[in-house]
């Protein structure tokens, strides 16, 4: 675990040269990276969205490709397409923007269910079909989704089956006021991306995602997230409950939280901290409930403070 930790850390910290004052937010996007997930960010204009997932494309020496959802944009226009060759009177693969190790889709909503349904089986399975030809994406991959919560005109909402194929969903926020200064600081003259290094090879983050299956979970600890899961859905105020998709979510995600704690088991502690991020956008409230102000983050909230805490046990613990 010490050397996972180390690497976690080294990622972390390189992207912070960029990202300031969102440790939090870092630490987020780093566990959905480690447990081979994929992230959404849901926040306004001009926070940092895309500069994160470009901090951490140079961080972890990967490829890097941007896609700007529009109305007219097409499911080829991601996937890519297959264009007649006469030099070999053969169909060639032309692929498209999604065949990137990090790929950033800023704007998600703006496309058409269409377009947006393209990305179901990258995500899923880690490979796109065109013309009936698969073509597996790289290794580590990583989508990295935005949108922005405040404006919906001419925005199509993600449906319940895209949201569920995100692993979780997340907020930047507005800096502090110190912070927002030195940011200022940092780009008078050029921005820190700029001159930011790579800290890892790809490869060894791809044994690091193989190496977080490892660490060890309680079955309380197991019962507990399942019991977390089935209170979102017995919730008065829930028409669709989290799936158990989510429970496998936060199973995962509080396994990367207890490698960067620098501990091989997972406390409960793990559990609350990323139930809200892991849970949240899988929950959807009955309309009637909507104009009270109750939303999917309280009903997660909920369902963690109506549950007893388990203990938690070491790996191998024994009782006497």
């Known amino acids: 675990m010490d050397r996972g930790k180390e690497i976690a850390e080294n990622i972390i910290a390189n992207v912070e040269k960029v990202i300031i004052g969102k440790r939090e937010a870092v630490e987020m996007a780093i566990i959905a990276l480690l447990c081979q997930g994929h992230l959404l960010i849901e926040d306004v204009p001009g926070v940092g969205k895309t500069t994160l997932a470009k901090s951490i494309s140079k961080s972890i020496g990967c490829s890097f490709k941007r896609i700007q959802f529009t109305p007219d944009l097409l499911p080829s226009d991601i996937t ?16 498209g923007p999604i065949i990137a190790q990090i790929v950033l889709v800023d704007e998600i909503n703006r496309a058409t269910p269409k377009t947006q349904s393209a990305l179901l089986e990258c995500m899923e399975e880690g490979q796109v079909t065109v013309d009936g030809v698969t073509h597996p994406v790289p290794r580590p991959f990583l989508v990295m989704a935005t949108q922005n919560p405040l404006e919906f005109e001419g925005t199509f909402p993600l449906p ?3 949201l569920d194929r995100f692993l979780m969903l997340i907020s930047l926020g507005y800096p502090s006021a110190a912070d927002e200064i030195t940011i200022m600081d940092r780009q008078q003259l050029s921005h820190p991306i700029e001159n930011l290094e790579q800290v890892i090879e790809a490869n060894e983050l791809v044994r690091l995602q193989e190496s977080i299956k490892d660490i060890y979970v309680d079955p309380l600890v197991k019962q507990y997230i399942v019991s977390i899961v089935e209170a979102t859905r017995n919730h008065p105020a829930v028409f669709l409950g989290a799936s158990p998709r989510g429970s496998l979510a936060l199973f995962r995600t509080s396994q990367a939280r207890a490698m960067l704690n620098d ?3 997972v406390l409960p502690d793990d559990i609350k901290a990323l139930a809200v991020s892991t849970l949240a956008h899988r929950v959807i409230v009955n309309p009637s409930e909507r104009v009270k102000d109750i939303t999917s983050r309280r009903v997660v909230e909920d369902a963690v403070d109506s549950l007893p805490v388990p203990g938690a046990r070491a790996r191998g613990w024994i009782a006497g």
């Open 80 to 95: 890519g397409v297959s264009i007649y060759n006469q030099k070999v009177s053969d169909f060639e693969y032309r692929p």
């Open 160 to 162: 319940e089956a895209q």
């Open 263 to 265: 501990r091989d088991f």
